[in-house]
Every structure is written in structure tokens, then in C-alpha cells.
């Protein structure tokens, strides 16, 4: 009985080691599997190529994943053959590099290296990738990045692992050093919008005497304010409702004139012999009708609507951290507006209320007529052209765009360079030089 029992103890055992060795078997394979399909496999194992050097060499590209679940790979540059490319570097170093940057205490874009001079600096070797600042921005909202070894293809990580860097994400260097560019840009396109409403001012100014004193009176409190606004040193999350709110008033005097300007009509009494003053009275209908009024009250509206969207972007831009996505949606709502503005297409507004006026004049003057009935037609002709001229004239030295210019400098897509360092004030990141 007690040898039954024994055997069926070593029975049981044996048994048990053979389940804990498949278990352990088994589980190594699955690590082996899981180191072959994620970026980084194990826990832990991310410290060490940052405390290694050489294994950091090892690395292909590093990939950033933003809290929109957007990718952007940093691979390594052909250094040899690209060593005379030019590059600027953000100096976006530190936890209150920032900060510095709003202050005005320290330069954004050091002076030119080329690639070959900035990897001399660079014993873990450099990562580059191209975006627009408006893109590059978002990766600094605190999200995740992992390493794709050399041999490994991209793509084939099932997830993201966050890095146990020792210095800091590079997620956040990256999207830090984005922030400090656009601060600079928003403040810089500040100054060129305040640099503007003077002139706007003055425009409005000529304006009054037409008995629509209070809406030329709302128009010029917007650019009063937007002044203010565009001129401050420190600005706010109260400047941007403050944009926002002078937008609607523009957009709401805009509607109310473009809605005149379509009711408008342009005639004249015909004259079958003084043609003259058939021409005279089609000129005193123009004005009766105030059609030239009327289309600079519809573009100076629809300018000062699109500057207040322009003035929101360039806040928040200055503003930096947190803004990011508000940004990207400005300025894509900007985009699609901007080429159905009225301002944009003023000549196209003009030529349909003018077209069929100087077609009449053309009909006029070229039908025969008896000089001494007829009058001077000549002359009445060229005074009903003047006033489309005039028109052209006042709003042509207006029509300045900087909205293309803002645009253009957070959607031009940029190459930047990373430099992994060993410590924060060493992660550095440089923008090539155009």
C-alpha cells in the first residue's frame, strides 16, 4: 500500500514538472514572438538603449504616436550624401524654454550648421522627418513613442510602448520645439495685422456721411479693437473671445450689405436724341443707388471678418501650449472660407453691378448721333467709367494678404532633424534652412 502510494506521488510529480516545463517552454516562445512583433518587447528593455550607446546606434527610426492616433517616423539621414544641407536649430531646451521664448530672452533659430557639422555632435546619431508646424505641434500633448530596430520592418508593431527615456519623450521635445516656432510666427503675424488697421481706419472714415453711421461705427470698433489686440505684448484666452465675438459682428454687417448690393439695379430713362444726358442720368442712378458704397461697406466687412479669424489663429499661436488642436481647426476652417471671400474675389463683385452699366455706355456711344442734340456723350461716357475706376482704386491698396502668408508658414511641410541626448538640455532639434 505505502509503495502504491509512493508511486503515485512520483506518478504526480512527474506529471507536474512535465506542465511547468511545457509552461516554461511555451512562454519563452511567446516572448521570443513577442519581441519579433513589437517595437519594443519587453518592459525594461527600452532603459537600456538609452543607457547604451551602442545599442541606441542600433535603432532605425524612432516613431511618435499623438493622442489623434497620428504616426510620424524619425528615420536616420544619409549624412554623406546630404553633409552640405543647411539646417537651423530651435533652441527649445529645458523646461522653461518656452517661457524664455514668450519673454523675448532667447533667439528661436540659431544660426546655420549643415548636417555634417550637427552629427559631429550627435554620438547616438540623428533622426529626421518632414511636417508642417501645424502638424509636428500636436505630437507634444504627452503622448507615446517606441524604436524600430534595424532589420525590422515598419509597421509590423502591434502597439506602442512608452519609452523609459531617461531625458525626456521625444514626442515632447519635438512638439515643444514646433510651439516655440509658432509663438514666434503668431507674434510676428500680430504685428503685421496691427500694421494694417490704420489704413482700414482711415478708409472707414470716408465713408461716413452716407446715413449708415452705426454700421460704419461697428466696423470700426472691430479694427479698433482687433488693434489693440494685434499691438499687445501678452495676450490671452479673453483676446480670443474677444476675436471671436468681432467676427460675428462683422459677418452679421457683411450679410445685411451683401443682401443691398444683390437688390441693387442700374438704369436710365432712354433718350432718343440728348445721349449725353441719357449717359448723365445713368451715372446719378449709380450713385443714387450707392453701389460703390454699398461694395465697400461688403469688403471692408468681409476683410475685417477674415482678419478677426486671422487675429484668433495668431493668439492662440502666441499663446502656444494647449492650442494645438484649436489651431489645426482654425486654420482648416480658414482654409476652406477664404477663397469664397468677398474681399478675395472683389473684382468678379464689381464687374457683375458694372458689366451690364458698360455695356449700355458702350451701346450709347456707339450709335449714331447728331452732335449738337446728342451733347458731349464722350465725355459722360468717360464719367460713368470713373466711378468703376474710383471703386477699384480705394479698395486696391487694401488688398494685402497675409492670411495666405500664415497659412502657408504652418501647413509648408518642414524637414526637421532630432538629436537624442543624454539629458533634457541635450535633446535638440533643428529645422532645415530653406
Not at 547616438?124 to 505630437?139: C, E, H, K, P, Q
Not at 515598419?154 to 531617461?166: C, D, L, N, P, R
Not at 464687374?351 to 449738337?372: F, G, Q, T
Request: contains cysteine; aromatic residues 6%.
Amino acid at each position: 500500500m505505502r509503495i502504491e502510494i509512493i508511486v503515485a506521488i512520483i506518478s504526480l510529480s512527474a506529471v507536474v514538472i512535465a506542465v511547468a516545463i511545457i509552461a516554461i517552454l511555451r512562454y519563452r516562445k511567446l516572448r521570443v514572438d513577442e519581441t519579433q512583433e513589437l517595437i519594443v518587447a519587453v518592459p525594461g528593455e527600452e532603459k537600456a538603449l538609452t543607457n547604451n550607446a551602442a545599442s541606441l546606434l542600433e535603432i532605425e527610426s524612432l516613431v511618435l504616436k499623438n493622442s489623434n492616433g497620428q504616426e510620424l517616423a524619425l528615420k536616420r539621414p544619409d549624412v554623406k550624401q546630404n553633409s552640405e544641407k543647411q539646417y537651423r536649430e530651435i533652441a527649445i531646451r529645458g523646461s522653461s524654454a518656452v517661457g524664455q521664448v514668450v519673454q523675448g530672452t532667447m533667439p528661436v533659430l540659431a544660426k546655420v550648421q549643415t548636417l555634417a557639422q550637427i552629427a559631429q555632435a550627435a554620438p547616438n546619431g540623428l533622426f529626421t522627418a518632414t511636417g508642417s508646424v501645424g502638424d509636428l505641434m500636436r505630437y507634444g500633448d504627452g503622448t507615446v513613442a517606441s524604436f524600430v530596430r534595424k532589420g525590422n520592418q515598419f509597421g509590423k508593431h502591434s502597439g506602442f510602448t512608452e519609452v523609459a527615456i531617461q531625458t525626456a519623450n521625444p514626442a515632447a521635445v519635438i512638439g515643444g520645439a514646433m510651439q516655440a516656432m509658432a509663438m514666434i510666427s503668431g507674434q510676428y503675424y500680430m504685428n503685421e495685422i496691427s500694421n494694417q488697421f490704420k489704413s482700414v481706419d482711415k478708409k472707414l472714415d470716408k465713408l461716413i456721411g452716407y446715413h449708415h453711421d452705426e454700421k460704419i461705427g461697428v466696423l470700426k470698433h472691430a479694427n479698433q479693437k482687433l488693434y489693440e489686440i494685434t499691438s499687445a505684448v501678452n495676450v490671452d484666452a479673453a483676446d480670443i473671445i474677444t476675436c471671436q465675438r468681432l467676427a460675428e459682428k462683422c459677418g452679421e454687417v457683411y450679410f445685411e450689405y451683401q443682401t443691398r448690393l444683390d437688390t441693387i439695379s442700374i438704369d436710365a430713362k432712354e433718350r432718343w436724341f440728348n445721349k449725353a444726358k441719357e449717359l448723365r442720368e445713368l451715372g446719378e442712378s449709380i450713385d443714387d443707388s450707392e453701389l460703390n458704397f454699398t461694395v465697400q461697406m461688403c469688403y471692408q466687412a468681409s476683410a475685417l471678418y477674415e482678419k478677426c479669424k486671422l487675429a484668433e489663429i495668431a493668439v492662440r499661436m502666441k499663446i502656444g501650449s494647449g492650442q494645438e488642436r484649436f489651431i489645426a481647426e482654425k486654420i482648416a476652417n480658414l482654409n476652406s472660407d477664404n477663397s469664397m471671400m468677398f474681399h478675395r474675389n472683389i473684382e468678379q463683385y464689381i464687374d457683375k453691378h458694372y458689366a451690364p452699366v458698360i455695356e449700355k455706355v458702350e451701346k450709347i456711344s456707339d450709335k449714331k448721333k447728331i452732335p449738337l442734340i446728342s451733347g458731349d456723350t464722350d465725355t459722360a461716357s468717360e464719367n460713368v467709367r470713373r466711378r468703376r475706376t474710383e471703386l477699384l482704386d480705394i479698395i486696391a491698396d487694401e488688398n494685402v494678404d497675409l492670411t495666405d502668408g500664415l497659412l502657408h508658414s504652418l501647413n509648408e511641410p518642414k524637414e526637421i532633424l532630432f538629436l537624442q541626448g543624454e539629458s533634457p538640455d541635450n535633446q535638440r532639434v533643428f529645422v532645415l534652412d530653406y
